[in-house]
């Protein structure tokens, strides 16, 4: 369901609305009152919705669900109603509280997938829950779960829009942390995530794409030893291990290139190297996913909106397209 001040529930009543066959794919981990005031919210935009949801206990009755119904299991619970578009510990615990259920489904081969409605950090935090974010938490869960140290369990964020795929060296660090993550053997592992998850996904020899830190790349050393001394010797180690990679390639150009074809997806030494060209191209329908958990998680590429909350004019492409690509992803790696 996401951080229940924001726009999740919302998002989550349009997708539904856009896309009944999805009623009948889906169990929204959340809140019912909830998601019944997202409803609400999203008539006067969408029209009387016809959207009824139905509380099942456990992932054990789905089937059981009407097939013009929503299903959804309590995975939270909320004392009182939050405020829209404010910041609330409650809300954040809430939304911690139906991440966890929902990792721990996919964990135990519940469920196939686990997409994700976005949340707040700020009130996440403030429930005392100590990971910045979705990624480090499901992290956090999975090696929990399976019974390693999170070290032992690493994983990267993939962002991607029609026509791009950016997979990011280091994630929610500061600028100054995220240039000192990069490293041969951090590099070298994010290579490794890459390509074997498009293995999973039936795409043996993608073409990986490794962007330099330094303005055109170093110059040779000129504006920077990173691409000389770091990158370079990943990406070499990684074609030696039957990796189809490349670079490192001047920054300002790799994602242009890779747009234009010449590249399947392109590693990005930091978040915003990354992330800045895929929002700009493509935020309506960009997706992230994590590479490296054991199960299949994407998510919209965007936040909570808080200044959209409760408005009802939330667009939900970016979630249906999460939806799509983990069905697609879900469907590919099946055994």
């Known amino acids: 369901m996401g951080d229940p001040a924001g726009i999740g529930p919302e998002i989550i009543a349009k997708a539904m609305r856009e896309r009944p066959e999805l009623q009948r794919q889906l169990v929204v981990a959340g809140d019912m ?23 099942i206990p456990d992932l054990g ?23 829209l578009g404010q910041i609330d510990a409650l809300a954040g615990r809430a939304a911690a509280d139906c991440i966890r259920f929902a990792a721990e489904a996919a964990l135990k081969g519940d469920a196939r997938a686990v997409v994700t409605a976005p949340i707040h ?22 090696a929990a779960h399976l019974g390693v140290s999170i070290d032992n369990l690493p994983v990267r964020m993939m962002l991607s829009c029609p026509g791009l795929r950016t997979v990011l060296v280091s994630i929610h660090v500061s600028l100054r942390q995220a240039l000192d993550l990069v490293t041969v053997e951090r590099i070298l592992q994010t290579l490794r995530i890459t390509d074997a998850h498009f293995r999973r996904c039936g795409l043996p020899l993608v073409r990986i794409a490794v962007a330099g830190l330094n303005p055109h790349a170093g110059e040779g ?19 030696r291990e039957g990796m189809q990679v490349s670079g490192p390639h ?10 234009q074809g010449h590249f399947d997806v392109v590693v ?20 992230n996913t994590t590479l490296g958990l054991p199960f299949v998680r994407t998510s919209p590429d965007h936040g909570t909106a808080f200044d959209l909350a409760g408005t009802g004019r939330a667009c939900a492409a970016s979630l249906l397209a999460a939806i799509d690509a983990a069905l697609q992803m879900t469907a590919s790696t099946r055994t």
Do not use: S
């Open 221 to 239: 050393g000129l504006f920077g030893r990173e691409e000389l001394d770091t990158i370079a010797p990943a990406v070499q180690q990684a074609v």
């Open 61 to 83: 009755h789905w089937g059981g669900v009407p097939a013009d119904h929503v299903a959804i299991i309590q995975t939270c619970e909320l004392k009182r109603p939050v405020a």
């Open 121 to 142: 950090k700020e009130a996440l935090a403030a429930t005392g829950v100590a990971h910045p974010g979705h990624t480090e938490f499901l992290q956090a869960l999975a």
């Open 268 to 287: 990005a030494m930091y978040h915003d190297q990354g992330l800045i060209p895929v929002k700009l191209l493509g935020l309506e329908h960009g997706v």
């Open 250 to 259: 001047a920054p300002d150009t790799v994602f242009m290139r890779a747009r």
């Open 33 to 55: 009152a909830t998601l019944q005031r997202a409803a609400l919210a999203t008539d006067a935009n969408d029209g009387p919705g016809q959207l009824a949801f139905v509380r």
